[in-house]
């Protein structure tokens, strides 16, 4: 199975090759409640490693999403924008947010792992 690397921002990464696929976490789901709005970054557009890149909107508050690692954007979820409460059912799987080709795919290694994760959010 492919490893999921997590930011103390609250996206996640799973990489493939050269390319990693970016959402937003559970906690971070949880924490927006009802997502209304999923705005996304245009494929093409380079990004650097915590630029704020995608916004998600929810019944409480709107929230940038930031890149977790520096690269392209090659594909975006678009069924997110039909269907934003997706976030919600599914934030660290089906409703993944948009694809990167990373600049440095060695990078990853740097991210929080899943425990890592976990323990920075009961530590909150």
Known sequence: MTETRFTKDHEWARLEGDIA???????????????VFVELPEPGRHVDAAEACAVVESVKAASDVYAPL???????????????????????????????????????????????????????
């Open 21 to 35: 696929t970016i959402g937003i976490t559970d906690h971070a789901q949880s924490a927006l409640g009802d997502v």
């Open 70 to 124: 520096a690269g392209t954007v090659t594909e975006l979820n678009a069924a997110l924008a039909e269907d934003p409460a997706a976030v919600n059912k599914d934030a660290e799987a089906g409703a993944w947010f948009f694809k990167l080709r990373l600049d440095d795919p060695a990078a990853f290694g740097a991210l929080l792992s899943a425990d890592d994760y976990r323990a920075f959010v009961q530590s909150l």
